[in-house]
């Protein structure tokens, strides 16, 4: 790579600045590339042209075809040189007609300061009929924003100062396939508009890891026709289909004489549509709406969708406004939370960061200082999502900020939700207009617990325990509360813009298919079209839409009433609309670091396949395709990868927070969105992970898991510990090919412990109880070891009863792993038990299960009180099918033919009989009950968490 310099590149550049409105083909540029495909019998030879490099241009030094054939994963391939720096050729064989070809090229320039990859266009090839041809001209409309400085440099991620108004534009292309015009029209008047493109420099550190800046220098450029003070046309002639036209405006503000710099527009000849740095799916995670590099981590979360509409970009910008703004401040000069990028850099490329104090705040131009509380939990939105990004815990000891108490008692409202609390209502607001504690203060301290992995190694989880105190004298046993912080908003829209009918399609509430998940759908109350529709947001999914979760935290969070919630107006619905259109644009962050890091895509991929295999995918969905008919155009039709099914699953009795929301039991939590989670550091500071913010890293979240859960969890914690590390790399920045990757999850071998049961007394010497699923011992060599506190104890081939002897008093950690021939653990289970102490608990409470004579089962239990709710687990042939059988709701109703009987003794029995056609090929059956009742709490039988009762042979 040489090094070229950068005075001859400077006059470079200013030569090539030639005045005009047009601009035709230079033939001494690298970019400006041809390409051809001809058919050969069953082979495609591809060549690629790129021209001679003149005028100290980067001259081409690689070629990678990225090709898939008939939908099938991308294979890369690199092209061989036939003359030097200009041809290229590829041959791709065992081609059928019919079968279809989707390629695009990444031309490797030896740029300046690095290699500069530049990807292609998409081409499409079908064999025996040619190339398919887009319908020219392609028309599509953006909105942008100014920006203080070029992309790369420090000044560019933030908002300008007095970004409320005045500082975005609409742009306006027409792509020809020969040429490419287009019209920007500014909401100001502005001067000195002029275009560059075609970057030459390339940025070697996209991860921003050093204490420089690398801007791009282009080498193409002109002025702009004005057309009146606020609208400037150019073209662009001689382009050719795929070629990326990547450009940036410079504009000046009349009003202010400031000058303002714009994104860099990544533009593909043919393809109609803003697209992204990289063409890979890897790369954009929120299709077409993924922006590219961010250079000041902290703004990840705060960056609009690419693709915007002008007149969106407008909302946005009046949303952010609210969004950002104190209402518990008067002065308008301190009221508006709008940080800065700390350094700037300003100069020679590359150009060391100066750390600059620039001023947190600008002027805002509302003010609602008058309308917070009484009683609230912060005085603005930006207060609990910092940057956008998702709230905090707090310290041990130390007063809520960005976290919560939900609060509800029981029963429910008219339409199924929580039922307030008649003093409280359905939170604790713990702040006051007047400086008081408001309606009480919580906090939260944790105890720490080490366990070993199935796989080697320990891990340690943060146990929550919440101290609260109320204002008012009042039983607080009585009431129900979950501990929430506030989540990250990245991505919202897109959220809204999948249809019920997506989501729905993943629901198995019965777990019909026999995998031992069941996510279903939770239907709340729409407080606008007073229906009830499908839940999506929250950490229970119990709002419906963007809209309502933002005037619920309006009212709820800061006091603020508003036509949705408070019957007031001191947000209007207008206000309400504006914050909806801010949340609903805010885009999902490029994974950059997959292509940015490539000594560790090894290991991604490899944690990719595991987390497959692990059955993560069965709830976290990697990918789906947003409703053709949103009401939000730039939101249509994007295959996004969220990696949620966005419904509710049982997480275990560990994460249980015994507060039912709508369907939502107090052991249900919404899927949460993966996608950036690996960005809540360099965002918010710090790290917290689950629905409390309790884990404090990926592992711990995981091993928090339980219920539905559980199998992935042993899954993951029977893997090696590189293993680990390996799906935790992947997890972090998650990625899918949603065209290839669409196939079922792989069935994972997993073990599950009978008895005893997590956390119970046992003798010194007792047997341990365990099943396996999708594993038969001793077929090509697999087998069993069993362990106490992490010492291997020996292997057995024909197994499901261990004797276990000779433990000390105190705790122990009794784990089984499944081995295969080559003696690698492949899953397993784990369970804690103590020796000595206090005397085991009472015995399970009677539970029976019956075959009648027309081959029906009949499942029945007695508790010692009435409950609320009742559901039954039933595992078919030791783990190879599931379901689940709700049989009380929260509201008393009886569901799928259930019964109740009051006994003389209080007590009572709850039964169910399923027809014999739930039992076709079965052999074995086992089961558990989940009850629930505020007097006696979570019931749990046969015993605690997901323990089974006894094998019975059906």
């Not at 036209?245 to 803003?274: C, H, M, P, V």
């Not at 024909?798 to 080559?822: F, M, P, R, W």
């Not at 799928?896 to 052999?923: F, M």
Request: hydrophobic letters at 35%; one cysteine or more; glycine letters at 10%.
């Amino acid at each position: 790579m040489k090094t070229k310099d950068s005075i001859m590149d400077k006059l470079l550049t200013t030569l090539l600045l030639l005045s005009g409105t047009a601009y035709a083909a230079d033939p001494g540029d690298p970019r400006e590339f041809t390409q051809t495909l001809q058919m050969n019998g069953g082979s495609a030879m591809l060549r690629f042209h790129s021209p001679q490099a003149l005028n100290l241009r980067s001259p081409t030094e690689r070629v990678y075809i990225n090709y898939r054939i008939n939908g099938s994963q991308i294979q890369v391939e690199e092209l061989t040189e036939t003359a030097s720096q200009t041809d290229f050729e590829a041959q791709i064989s065992g081609l059928n007609d019919g079968d279809r070809i989707e390629y695009y090229y990444t031309q490797v320039l030896d740029a300046q300061f690095a290699e500069l990859p530049v990807d292609s266009g998409w081409f499409k090839y079908k064999v025996g009929e040619g190339f398919s041809k887009p319908a020219y001209p392609l028309t599509f409309t953006f909105g942008g924003r100014f920006r203080d400085r070029h992309e790369g440099e420090g000044r560019f991620d933030h908002y300008v100062a007095g970004y409320t108004s005045g500082t975005s534009y609409i742009a306006t292309f027409k792509d020809w396939g020969d040429r490419l015009e287009m019209t920007v029209v500014t909401d100001d008047p502005t001067d000195n508009g002029d275009i560059r493109w075609s970057d030459h420099i390339g940025v070697p550190d996209p991860l921003n890891k050093q204490d420089v800046c690398y801007r791009a220098e282009f080498d193409k450029g002109g002025d702009m026709e004005q057309v009146n003070a606020n609208t400037w046309r150019y073209v662009i002639n001689d382009v050719k289909e795929g070629q990326l036209i990547d450009l940036e405006w410079t504009f000046k503000r009349a009003s202010t004489d400031q000058q303002y710099y714009n994104d860099i527009f990544r533009i593909r000849i043919g393809e109609g549509r803003l697209s992204q740095e990289r063409q890979h799916p890897y790369f954009s995670p929120g299709g077409d709406t993924t922006p590219n590099i961010i250079q000041d981590k902290q703004f990840l979360f705060a960056q609009h969708v690419v693709n915007i509409g002008g007149q969106e970009m407008k909302d946005f910008l009046a949303g952010k406004t609210l969004f950002d703004t104190d209402f518990g401040e008067s002065n308008p000069d301190i009221a508006l939370h709008a940080p800065q990028t700390k350094y700037d850099c300003i100069g020679d490329q590359p150009s060391p960061k100066q750390f600059i104090d620039f001023p947190q705040r600008a002027r805002t131009p509302v003010t609602l200082a008058n309308q917070l509380g009484p009683q609230f939990n912060n005085s603005s939105c930006f207060a609990c999502h910092t940057n956008d990004g998702r709230g905090t815990p707090p310290e041990p000891g130390q007063p809520m900020q960005s976290m919560l108490l939900a609060l509800s008692v029981a029963g429910t409202d008219a339409h199924g939700g929580p039922a307030p609390h008649p003093t409280y209502g359905s939170q604790l607001q713990d702040k006051s207009v007047n400086g008081g504690s408001g309606e009480g203060q919580a906090s939260v301290t944790y105890q720490s617990i080490t366990r070993n992995h199935i796989g080697g190694g320990t891990y340690t989880l943060r146990k929550p325990i919440y101290d609260w105190t109320l204002d008012s004298p009042i039983n607080s046993g009585d009431i129900l509360f979950s501990p929430r912080i506030a989540p990250q908003l990245t991505g919202m829209g897109l959220i809204d813009a999948i249809s019920d009918a997506t989501l729905l399609a993943f629901a198995d509430p019965d777990d019909a298919n026999g995998d031992g998940i069941s996510g279903k759908a939770n239907y709340v109350w729409d407080r606008q079209s007073q229906s009830m529709r499908l839940g999506k947001y929250g950490w229970k999914a119990g709002q419906p839409t963007v809209l309502q979760q933002t005037a619920k935290a309006a009212h709820e969070d800061m006091g603020v009433t508003n036509p949705i919630f408070g019957n007031g107006a001191e947000f209007s619905m207008e206000d309400l609309h504006k914050i909806e259109s801010y949340v609903r644009h805010l885009a999902v962050p490029p994974n950059l670091e997959f292509f940015a890091d490539e000594a560790s895509q090894a290991s991604k991929l490899r944690g990719k396949e595991l987390f497959k295999e692990a059955n993560c995918s069965g709830c976290h969905i990697p990918t789906m395709t947003t409703s053709p008919d949103f009401e939000v155009v730039s939101l249509r039709n994007q295959v996004i990868q969220p990696f949620s099914d966005f419904l509710l699953h049982d997480m275990g009795p560990e994460l249980a927070d015994k507060r039912p929301e709508y369907a939502a039991t107090g052991y249900e939590w919404r899927t949460p969105p993966l996608w950036a989670i690996g960005h809540f550091a360099e965002v918010n500071g710090n790290a917290r992970y689950l629905h409390d913010g309790r884990a404090t890293s990926i592992e711990e979240a995981i091993m928090w898991h339980g219920g539905e859960a559980a199998a992935s969890r042993d899954a993951f914690s029977a893997m090696s510990p590189s293993e680990r590390e390996d799906l935790i790399a992947y997890t972090r920045f998650p990625f899918v090919d949603p065209v290839a990757d669409g196939g079922p999850a792989v069935k994972t071998p997993s073990a599950s412990i009978v008895s005893p049961t997590q956390g119970s007394q046992v003798q010194r010497d007792f047997d341990l109880t365990f099943t396996l699923r999708n594993w038969e011992m001793n077929v090509d060599g697999r087998h069993l070891h069993w362990f106490v506190d992490g010492v291997d104890q020996g292997e057995r081939y024909d197994a499901s009863t261990i004797a276990i002897s000779g433990l000390s008093d105190g705790e122990h950690t009794i784990a089984v792993k499944l081995a295969n021939a080559d003696h690698q653990f492949v899953g397993g289970a784990q369970v804690n038990v103590k020796v000595g102490g206090d005397a085991p608990g009472p015995d399970p409470q009677p539970q029976g299960i019956t075959k009648n004579a027309d081959g029906s089962v009949t499942y029945s239990i007695t508790l010692p009180s009435r409950m609320e709710r009742v559901q039954l687990f039933v595992e078919k042939n030791g783990g190879s099918g599931y379901f689940w059988a709700p049989m009380l709701k929260a509201d008393g109703v009886l569901q799928n033919g259930a019964q109740e009987a009051a006994n003389s003794d209080g007590s009572y029995r709850y039964s169910i009989t399923h027809p014999a056609s739930h039992y076709a090929q079965v052999q074995t059956l086992r089961h558990r009950f989940y009850a629930y009742s505020p007097a006696a709490g979570q019931l749990f039988q046969p015993g605690p968490g997901d323990a089974l009762g006894e094998v019975f042979n059906y």
